[in-house]
């Protein structure tokens, strides 16, 4: 990649009432990446976010978790773009998505929002959809659960079995994205 650095976005509401919650799948992944790096997350003064500046593989990377909520996301990310100096082409997002069963993983460049709002406020503030995408599948609702109460709910029993091997698998999707490019993390994590 020919940008000097990475962003990569977890998607998520603030605060504790949502931190296990499906909606806040973006929030987990980039918790590991921090993790894995050994850095700590601060709060950055002129963008409402939490920021990690790190280094993911030798590649200079901003990790950002908004501190917004989901759907106003577009505001930090644009904010986080230009204090960092950071093109679309080099924004990787990582959020819920309902299409997808729980666990499965796709990894994008461009496309549409699909219905998820904090997607579309990113396209509102950025003027593009023109980024890397990871997207976790959460699944559908049962019955004719509400789609948006149901990610705000907390991952099911079962599921929470399966998460910590869910969130590094995707956090490997991330990094994989970074150092090798889409076409080889497509046919590694794709499924």
Do not use: C
């Not at 959809?129 to 149901?150: E, H, L």
């Amino acid at each position: 990649m020919a940008d000097d650095v990475w962003l990569v976005v977890g998607l998520g509401n603030p605060g504790p009432s949502y931190a296990r919650t499906r909606h806040n799948i973006g929030h987990l992944v980039a918790d590991e990446l921090a993790a894995r790096t050994g850095d700590r997350w601060k709060q950055h003064k002129q963008v409402k976010a939490e920021v990690v500046e790190t280094r993911i593989s030798g590649l200079r990377t901003v990790l950002a978790k908004p501190r917004s909520y989901m759907n106003e996301s577009g505001g930090p990310v644009s904010g986080l773009l230009r204090f960092f100096k950071v093109t679309p082409a080099a924004l990787v997002v990582v959020h819920d998505e309902l299409d997808l069963d729980f666990g499965t993983l796709r990894a994008k460049f461009g496309g549409g929002d699909n219905g998820h709002n904090g997607l579309r406020s990113i396209r509102k503030s950025v003027g593009t959809g023109d980024y890397y995408r990871v997207r976790f599948g959460v699944g559908r609702p049962p019955g004719r659960q509400n789609p948006a109460d149901f990610v705000l709910n907390e991952f099911s029993s079962t599921e929470r079995k399966d998460l910590p091997f869910a969130v590094d698998r995707t956090a490997d999707a991330v990094e994989s994205l970074l150092t090798d490019g889409l076409d080889v993390t497509q046919g590694r994590f794709n499924s």
